[in-house]
């Protein structure tokens, strides 16, 4: 079995992106998965068309992906991809697409096919904060989360897919008083045993330790 995971490049000033510094700490076998590893750069459109490539390149069984949202407290696992950019600041290009739809001959939505109640759930069997989250809102991750279950639907390809993102970690909050934060160990077990659930392959069954 392979799982791609993805996580971007830093953007909006900060010096780095927990999602990539956290995955860069992930085993690279979880159980039976192979894990493939992939930095992608936080712009419209390039960051899909460089994640399909891959896909094409190495026929996973799954794709996750991990994007950083500021503010929020826990490990946020995401329900839902919404056919639409609407950028609140500009991407590393500097696009800034407004109420721009990302497929014009897309579904308004798609569906994480990943488990994600239970991979919540046995996040938090492991003491660390984690919700289901129905909105990726409407910047690159949920561009990228839409593009990559758009071109699986499209094409009919056997590949689970989901997105997760991750809060800021202790370093970027240094000088944005009361910000919530989780240190990047804390995200690369979240990350970890995110993995272990998609490899099991089966959501009735407790994932071993």
Known sequence: MKILVTAFEPFEKENINP???ALKNVRDRIMNAEIIKMQVPTIFYL??????EKIEEISPDAVLSIGQAAKKYSVNVERVAINIDDARIPDNAGQQPVDTPIDPDGMPAYFATIPIKKIVEEIKREKLPAVISNTA???VCNHLMYGILNYIHKNDLPIKAGFIHVPYSSEQVLDKPDTPFMSLEDMTRAIEIALRVIATND???????
């Open 137 to 139: 809102g409407t910047y």
């Open 47 to 52: 960051s899909t068309k460089k994640v399909i």
């Open 203 to 209: 959501t009735h069954i407790s994932v071993p330790r």
């Open 19 to 21: 999602s990539y510094e």
